[in-house]
Structure formats: C-alpha cells, structure tokens
C-alpha cells in the first residue's frame, strides 16, 4: 500500500489526466464518473482532467467487465498510455464481473486484461466512492476497509460420537457402524 | 450582444455561489434510502444458504468444510449491493450499511468470511436433505458451491493472444 502510495506521489505530483474507457459496461458507472466531473463534485480541484485520447493519459478508468468483444481494444488502449499509468477499476463490472461475470461474452473482471491499481466496487459506485478512491491514490485519505473474518470457536451442540469421526475424500465423516 | 450576455453569465455565476462539495474533507449524509455494502453478523448466521442462492453476482459463496463446518465467504468484489441477501435472510443477520468508501488497492480488502459451526442429525450425524431434487432447488441452502468450477468460469481468457493476461486473477478461495 504504502509503496504504490509513495510511488503515486512521486509520480503524479502535479496532476491526473484520465482517459475514460468503457468495456461494455451498462452506463450506469459511466453517468456516474461524468458526474465527478460536474462543478457539485468538481475533481479539478485535484488537477484530474478527462482526456479524450489514452495517448495523453496518466490514468485508466475501466467500466465494465473485461467482454469477449473489447478485450483486445482495451488492451490496446492500455498499451498507447505513456508509461507511468494506473487503472482504476470503476464499479463491480470492472473489478469483478458484476452479475455477468459467468456469461458467454463475459471474459471476467478487467483484472484479466490489465493489472488494476485500484478497485472502487459498487454498481454504480456513489460519485463521494469515485472520489474517495481517488484520494486514496493520491494519499489523501487512508483506506478505511479490511477483510473481515469470523469464526465460531466452540461447537453449538455437543457432538454425538467424537471417536467414530474418520476422514474420506478430504472430509470428515463419521464411520459406519459394522454391526447395530 | 454577445458581451452582455457574457456579463449576465457572470452574474449568474456569482449568484448561485458556491456549489462544490469539500468532499474527502468533509462528508455529506447518505439518502437514508442508500444501500451500502452488506454487512454480515456471525452471531445470528445460521449458515442456511438463503443468501447464496439468492444472490444474483454469485457473490456469497458457501462451503463445507467438512460435516460441521461450513464457510459462508462473502467476495464483496462484485458485489452490486442489490439488498436481496438482507431481505431473503431469516435470522436477518445481513444488514446492508450505509458504507460506501471501500475503495482499495486489494481486492481482498472487502472479502467478510464467516465460519460457523452447523448442528448435525444425533442419530446419524449426518447434515440431512429431504425432498426430490425439484423441491431442493426451493430449498434455502441447498446449493454447495464448486469451486472448481469458478474458477474454469474465470479462465475464458483463452481468446486472447498467445501471452497470458498480464496479471491471471487468483480466485477469492486459496
Ligand atoms: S457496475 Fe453496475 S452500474 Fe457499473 S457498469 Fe456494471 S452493471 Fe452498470
Ligand atoms: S447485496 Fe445483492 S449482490 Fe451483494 S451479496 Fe447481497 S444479494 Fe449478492
Ligand atoms: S441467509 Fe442469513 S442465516 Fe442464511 S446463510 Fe445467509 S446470512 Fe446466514
């Protein structure tokens, strides 16, 4: 975390200049990072400015899953960005394929296609979440989230016969009984 | 002309004053209708698979570890925050928060995994299914997740030229 941070400071000091690619999204996300641009939100207080070639662009953000039909064009897009470049993955299509990550057309997130930098999930994701993840590139903001894990540590209900468990294909079964 | 109007633009402009929101450094209260990311209490899950099978990403998956112990691992990643979890949820251990600022720079970061102890038949020890396979598909929990099988989902990327994609995504489940 700390190192792409310190590398996004380094880099990207004055401002970022985004190209807007949309992979086969359904719109949603892309009214939405429209909106972040609209004087309510206003992200050129931030320098950030949308650009309509990716041969001038710092920054990628990719809406839409990665689709049989676009992969190659966006990876081509990628490729005409100079080269210090991030990609953003905007909405769920983008970092995990949405509700259509298992369709025939679908290929997967943009993930499968370009190595993404930051991931700002929702369908569409509130323009204040675009912004956020923004500010956390440019280390204004600290991440807030963490995988979270719960586990039970005792059993609810007494287990029945604890000498008759036995392990069969990698499960934990109990015996048969030879005789009854 | 064409200068007045210039002057009654500008004059508008300084009359809707100022619009912007400070937004990082100052934040605004949510719709009290938004739905954020969903949030699981481990206390009240009974591990039923409601939620897995309602779930229209495919998002909460659910896996037996073994006879007793079953691991409902919500992915988060494509996630589209539709509330079904939450509404279908019997013991309505999912809450949908108002949580909207999980952006991350690791995928992994938005994963909630819950591991839960599931009571067993005392006579057999067996989890137990009733019904035909028609009346199963109804059934809440009854859809045990290949994870094989996701991942010959994610791997469609054949198409593609000759060089793998740059960075093959590693699936949620290690
Ligand atoms: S994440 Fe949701 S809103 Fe954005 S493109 Fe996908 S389906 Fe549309
Ligand atoms: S909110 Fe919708 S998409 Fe997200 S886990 Fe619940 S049912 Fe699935
Ligand atoms: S529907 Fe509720 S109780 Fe059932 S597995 Fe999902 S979270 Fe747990």
């Known amino acids: 975390m700390s190192i792409l941070q310190n590398l996004c400071q380094q880099l990207f000091k004055r401002s970022l200049w985004v190209y807007h690619a949309n992979s086969g999204g359904c719109n ?43 992969g190659k064009a966006l990876r081509r897009a990628y490729e005409a960005m100079p080269a210090p470049k991030l990609v953003f993955a905007i909405g769920s299509c983008a970092c995990g394929g949405g509700i259509w990550h298992d369709t025939y057309s679908v290929l997967g997130p943009v993930e499968k296609i370009l190595p993404v930098s930051y991931y700002i999930p929702g369908c569409p994701p509130r323009p204040e979440a675009i912004i ?47 005789k009854i | 002309m064409s200068l007045l109007s210039k002057i009654k633009e500008t004059l508008i402009c300084f009359k809707a004053g100022r619009v912007t929101l400070p937004y990082p450094r100052e934040t605004r209260p949510v719709p009290p209708r938004f739905r954020g990311r969903p949030v699981f209490d481990a206390a009240k899950c009974v591990g039923c698979g409601g939620c897995a099978s309602n779930c229209p990403a495919r998002e909460i998956l659910m896996v037996d570890l073994c006879q007793e112990v ?45 591991e839960l102890f599931m009571g067993t038949c005392q006579r057999c020890g067996r989890c137990f299914t009733d019904a035909g396979p028609l009346d199963q598909l109804k059934m809440k929990g009854y859809r045990f997740d290949e994870l094989d099988k996701d991942r010959w989902v994610y791997r469609s990327a054949g198409y593609l030229e000759k060089e793998a994609a740059v960075r093959d995504i590693e699936i949620e489940m290690d």
């Not at chain 2, 691991?71 to 949820?89: N, Q, S």
């Open chain 1, 28 to 70: 949603g996300c892309d009214i939405e990072v429209l909106n972040v641009l609209t004087p309510y939100y206003d992200v050129e207080r931030f320098g950030i400015k949308l650009v309509g070639s990716p041969r001038h662009a710092d920054v990628m953000l990719c809406q839409g899953p990665a689709m049989r039909s676009t």
């Open chain 1, 132 to 178: 956020y993840g923004v500010a956390v590139a440019l280390g204004v903001v600290d991440k807030k989230s963490a995988p979270v894990k719960f586990k039970q540590m005792e059993l609810a209900i007494p287990r029945y016969h604890p000498e008759d468990l036995k392990e069969e294909n990698g499960m934990v079964v109990y015996q048969k009984c030879e």
């Open chain 2, 70 to 114: 079953r691991v409902v691992k919500y992915i988060g990643r494509r996630c589209t925050y539709c509330g079904r979890c939450a509404d279908v949820c019997p013991e309505k251990a999912i809450t949908m928060s108002k949580e909207f600022e999980t952006a991350t720079n690791e995928i992994h970061d938005i994963q909630q995994e819950l």
